[in-house]
C-alpha cells in the first residue's frame, strides 16, 4: 500500500519538475523530499524519475504513477471533506501554544500543511515557555501546548502528551578560538562564563555541570537563541542549545558541538483524556505528520 505523503510528494515532484521546487511548494526541506521519493521508488522497485540537469524527467513508470497518484489523491481529498463535514471539521479554531525554536524551525510548516487540508478552520498561534504555555493550557486559553522537557515525562495528571520529537543539544562556543581536545565535555569549560537560557534550560545546565563535577559560573542570561549566540559569538561566555534552536538560526560566529547523549524530547499537550476535539484531532495528526519528517541537524 502506497504511503500518502510519499505520494503527495511524487505528485509535486512530477507538478513542479524538480526536487527543489517541489519542496518548496510543499514548504519540506529538500532532503526530506529526496528522502520520501527514495523510499517510494524503493517501495515500488523501479526508478520514477531521471535527474537531468537541475531538474527531473519522469520515467515511463513515473509518469504512469504520477497519473495515478493524483487520481488516487483527489479521491483521498474528496473524501476527507466529506468525512470533515460530518466530523465538525468545516469550522471551529485551533489554539497553540509553542516554545520560540519550535514555532520558528517547524511550526510552520504544520500550519500550513493543516491551513492546505482543513481551509475553514481557523489555527492561532502564540509564543511561549514551557511553564506558561502549561498554565494556559489548564486555563483553558489554548487547545495544545508545544513544550520540550530534557528528562522522562513526569506527572501527566489531566494532561495527555505525545512525544513528538528527540532533538540533540549543542555545545556553543566562538567560532574564533582554537578546538580544544575535548569539545564536547562541559568540564573543558568549568572556568568560563557561561550563558543561561530559560528556568528549565537553565536548571538542566546547571544539572549537567554538576554531574561533571562543578558549578558554572552564569554570567549571562536569556531566552533569546539568537541573542543567545550573539553573547557568544562576541567571547562574552559559552551557552548550550537545543537542535531546533541552531535549526532556525545559526550565527556563522559560533561553533557547535554534538554533546553526546544530551537531548530534549519536544511534547505536545493537550487538556484532558482523548479523544479531543475533531479539529485540535486533526491538528494533531498534522503535527505528528510534520514531526515525523526526517529533520537535517546542524
Known sequence: MFDENRLRVFAAIAREGSVTAAATALHYAQPSVS??????????????????????????????????????????DSARAELAAHAGLNAGHVRLVAFPSALAALVPAAAAAFGAAYPDIELALTEAEPPEALAALRRGEVDVALAFRHGPPGEQGNHTV??????????VSPAGRSRPRSPTDLRTYSDQRWIAGCERCRAHLLSACEQRGFTPAIGFETDDYVAAQALVAAGLGISTLPGLALRAHLNPGVRIDRIPGDRRFVDAITY???PAPAPVDAFLEVLKDTFAEPVQWP
Do not use: C, F, K, N
Open 35 to 76: 528522502h520520501h521519493l527514495a523510499r517510494l521508488e524503493a517501495e515500488v522497485g523501479v526508478p520514477l524519475v531521471q535527474r537531468v540537469g537541475r531538474g527531473i524527467r519522469l520515467t515511463a513508470a513515473g509518469r504512469l504513477l504520477a497519473d495515478r497518484a493524483e487520481e488516487i489523491l483527489g479521491r483521498i
Open 162 to 171: 505525545t512525544t513528538l520529537l528527540e532533538e540533540p543539544m549543542y555545545l
Open 272 to 274: 484532558g483524556a482523548p
